[in-house]
Structure formats: C-alpha cells, structure tokens
C-alpha cells in the first residue's frame, strides 16, 4: 500500500507558475512509476506528465510540454510537477498517482494508488 499526499495548488493568474509536491508513504517509492494528472469540471481525467522509478524517462502530454516539468526526489519520497506559464485551460484538480509497474504510462486506469487531488485556479 502507498499513500499519497499531494500539496502546492492554489490561485493564481495566468503567467505565473506553481509547483506541485506529491509525498508518498508506506511500500518503497523507487519501486512505482508516478504520474500526475488533472480533472476539470465536466471532463475526464487526462494525463499531464509521467516519470519512470528511476527518473530516467518523462513524458507530457502535448498541452503542457515545454511549461511543465516531472521530477522525482527519491531521497525524499517526493514527485514534484513545476508548472510554469500556466493558463486558464490548466484549472483542474490535480492528483498525483503511484503505478506498481514501474514504467511511465499515460492510462489513468494502469494506476493503483491516488492522492487526494489539490486544486489548480488560473485566472485570466
């Protein structure tokens, strides 16, 4: 079992940047692939950026690539999403989420464990 706690959302406007932190507790976090992904009202959960255990490969979706940045701090237990040059189109709840298959996948539904979400608001 892996528990995830994610932090950093919050309000901001358009232009500006935000990084997100994702904690994870209980089984090895070296032995998950991680992923953030993002749900806005009325929408399906879409993919925002992977990162394989060892960091050694990332992936983005397209609407994010060039503003947004996947790392991992496995000392720390802690997957972080630097967003930069954020846009109305990116509010949504972001979740952070743990894959026992330790290579990067853009299905939301390959994913075993979920954190709670924290909340995106960009302004225009």
């Known amino acids: 079992q892996v528990q995830l706690v994610e932090s950093g959302g919050g309000l901001v406007q358009a232009g500006e940047s935000l990084r997100l932190s994702c904690a994870a507790s209980?089984?090895?976090?070296?032995?998950?692939?991680m992923g953030w992904f993002r749900q806005a009202p009325g929408k399906e959960r879409e993919f925002v950026a992977g990162?394989?255990?060892?960091?050694?490969?990332?992936s983005y979706a397209e609407s994010v690539k060039g503003r947004f940045t996947i790392s991992r701090d496995n000392a720390k237990n802690t997957v972080y999403l630097q967003m930069n040059s954020l846009k109305p189109e990116d509010t949504a709840v972001y979740y952070c989420?743990?894959?026992?298959?330790?290579?990067?996948?853009?299905?939301?539904?390959?994913?075993?464990?979920w954190g709670q979400g924290t909340q995106v608001t960009v302004s225009s």
């Open positions: 989420a743990a894959r026992r298959i330790p290579i990067l996948s853009t299905d939301y539904r390959s994913y075993d464990y």
């Open positions: 209980g089984r090895t976090f070296t032995n998950y692939a």
């Open positions: 990162i394989s255990r060892s960091a050694g490969s990332t």
